[in-house]
């Protein structure tokens, strides 16, 4: 699969997570999963003061006032209502959103997940993931499985700094699905074309096998 | 997801009656949280609905105060309530007699302190600062703190396992207004209990409030009751 | 002078000190207050979520859902706002308020105040004043200067449970007008018909007298 | 006081030139609320003004970002920002230059953290406990603390001297409403600074915004500006 085809198919499959509810994107592969919610069944919830985040406008009819988190022109909804940033991050921070959707750097087994500073980098910028991180009421990590080094992402223990402790539920990577059940870390659902043991060595978490372990064709999936 | 039609949006919010609206609050012992104030923006016919289960006792409420002449009052007298949080129970008779006669508990919080408590409750902040009764006897017992000079009480913040709140209308995604002062401690009751359940006088299409007029966003309500009144 | 005509005395006199801006008006003599402002100059603010309350309503047209903080139908004005508890209470305690007038049953030299609790009575309210109290810029207190008993209200020390310490600015009775300054209270006015002799002689609290002290003619003032 | 016309209606808000409003900003060193998110909802007229108060230097910023291209960069450029409050300067890439050679203070907190510490600081609670950030860098030195077995950041509330917001709307008295997103901070920093000013794009009479929809009291206003377009 070619590096899109990933980000796509990884946004597609988070997608599936959300069947009804509110949910907050991320931004990167978490933008893309808008395009794969089922129309009406899902509001989107952004931290600069809308619930109900629609599509990008057409050509020509963006709004300066009307922009998501990620500071891009979106559109508004029937449903949708404005507030102020209070607000917002009452509904995050108060556990009110029934998802976020977010990237990492790397996740660990316990949960913990780095994804806003790399040792040795300046970091001026936070946002608002960590408040994200700290109140969904399930946090799902889209991801591809390695870094652009190569270097895997899902670890015993997160060595970047980390955005907040033991709040991830799910990572969704190209080759897999895992969650996290009562501090245990499981492997949900593997893509074909790739064994157990290929993940493994690419996977240095330690985690175990779900009983009801999917095999799935993540090729045939992506529309 | 992205362009949507205001009959295609579904929510988790549900529409029910009063009755099953209340069949969902926990049988003995819930807290509940009650909002009006005085007479205006009591939901009165969702504490009839309770008043008509009764199962729904050894309630701790959360409310201002317990006005004479409502519902919240009947489920009072009808010993319903064992513990009552607010600012004002002076003004009702019936209240302080139980109380001196050991049959309610009350706990004391300045309004402000009662207001700030719900709001950060539903807000993720589970403790704050304020300068509100230092040096008074309602301090007593609390932790103090000194920020500038200043004395301030370390205050908790509530939740409850039930709202029971009233607003002017929703729509049908359960986007809420409410109507003058009897906005009061209800969009803050709906932010702070896991279950909010909210009694309105109309219930209008999705789009025909305006989005920069919410005052609660749907995301805080569970379940809409349309008040019925009786011919 | 009876009982009426001293009450509104007092609230004459107190919105004399209340040339312009937000004020949050208390129950009893401080709900009088509201009839001797200059139209318009002051804004009304109660603390059930209204900023801009105005006069009773007509016979017949009061309406449930627009009440003072001392549950009594008002109107509302041209400028009104409404809005929740907890931004009223923000307004209040966040020191936004120009002024509180309130009763009170003692007030102490220091700027004490006890106003909601008798001791060896019940007490299950105490309602927003001890926030008004901690929050408003100015503090004037309405009282008449004994209670009911004839006991003087103004003293060394309050022995009632207080509202709040050292808030008090202003304290106002039918003989005279106090401020405090710089933690000392000072006999700003006094009116015609009593001396300063039998002033002190009701009022135990240690005050200086202001070197700008006014006599005035309370029976004159009030129209 | 009771029955007044809007005609009659007087409040201690101010309505000047920009020139004027920003005459009023300490001269030096002062703290300076900024609001707005990303493009949307920047003080942009108000801030032109700051940039032609040369003497209005060695501020320290509480802003979300600065964002590039808006005039809130050009002050910065100018070297007139000694410090920046906020959640997010990273895409800056002179900001990150100017920290890299000393050039700048900055200090970093989460936006749910910044934007309740601007609402609370407006309301006399000077401090509270939040879960955001616990186990992270930037709860180093911080006090933390327990409650119901979760770990809390203790953080402290914002006031600054100065607020300079944008909005929607104003009516002569006072009231203000925003528009869409452009909200985001600036109602909160309304509350929150010493003396706020606030650039309307238009002011209408007293009476003509629904009370029910004022997003901001007068009583948080002090200065309105008119925003002018040049031809």
């Known amino acids: ?45 952004s931290e600069n003061g809308i619930l109900g985040v629609g599509a990008a406008p057409a050509e020509g009819f963006a709004d300066r006032d009307l922009i998501n988190a990620g500071k891009q022109p979106i559109t508004q909804l029937p449903h949708t ?6 607000l917002s991050f009452a ?59 190569g270097e895997p992402k899902i670890l015993s223990r997160c060595t970047y700094p980390l955005t907040a402790k033991g ?53 045939d999936l992506v529309k | 997801m992205q362009n949507v039609k205001g009959n295609q949006v579904e929510t988790n919010v549900q529409f029910l009656t009063a009755e099953d609206a209340i069949a969902k609050i926990p049988a003995n012992g819930a807290t509940m949280m009650v909002g009006g104030f005085g007479d205006s923006g009591i939901p009165e016919y969702l504490l009839q609905a309770v008043m008509n289960r009764d199962e729904v006792t050894e309630l701790t409420i959360m409310s201002n105060n317990i006005t004479e002449g409502s ?16 600012s004002y129970f002076t003004t009702n008779k019936a209240v302080m007699k139980a109380y001196n006669e050991g049959r309610i508990d009350i706990e004391l919080i300045p309004q402000g302190t009662f207001s700030e408590a719900l709001r950060l409750g539903g807000s993720g902040i589970p403790a704050f600062y304020t300068p509100t009764s230092a040096g008074t006897e309602l301090a007593e017992g609390k932790e103090t703190r000194y920020f500038n000079n200043r004395e301030y009480v370390l205050e908790h913040s509530l939740s409850a396992d039930v ?30 209990a896991d279950l909010t359940i909210v009694e309105v006088e109309e219930i209008v299409e999705v789009g025909e409030l305006d989005p920069e007029s919410i005052v609660t966003p749907f995301i805080f309500v569970d379940v809409i009751v349309k008040r019925v009144v009786n011919a």
């Open chain 1, 91 to 149: 509904m995050m921070r108060g556990g009110h959103l029934d998802a976020t959707v977010i990237g990492a750097l790397q996740v660990a087994e316990n949960g913990d997940i780095a994804s806003w500073a790399i040792p040795g980098k300046d970091v001026l910028g936070v946002g608002g993931v960590m408040d994200l991180v700290a109140g969904a009421k399930k946090v799902i990590v889209t991801t591809t499985h390695l870094n652009a080094k």
């Open chain 2, 71 to 86: 519902n919240l009052n009947e489920l009072f007298l009808l010993n319903r309530i064992k513990k009552a949080i607010g």
């Open chain 1, 1 to 45: 699969m070619k590096l899109e085809s990933i980000r796509h198919y990884i946004a597609w499959r988070a997608a599936q997570e959300l069947k009804k509810g509110i949910v907050n994107l991320g931004i990167g592969i978490p933008t893309l999963v808008a395009d794969y919610l089922t129309p009406g069944k899902v509001t989107l919830h």
């Open chain 1, 81 to 86: 209502s404005f507030f102020d940033s209070s």
């Open chain 2, 163 to 192: 709202a029971l709140i009233k607003a002017y209308k929703a729509d049908k995604a359960g986007n809420l207004i409410y109507r003058k002062t009897a906005r009061n401690f209800n969009p803050l009751m709906a932010m702070a």
């Open chain 1, 167 to 219: 709040r991830v539920d799910t990572v969704i990577t190209e080759y897999a699905v895992f969650k996290i059940r009562s501090g245990q870390l499981y492997l949900e659902e593997i893509v074909a074309g790739i064994s157990l043991d290929e993940l493994k060595q690419i996977t240095p978490a330690s985690y175990e096998v779900s009983a009801n372990l999917q095999r799935v064709n993540a090729f």
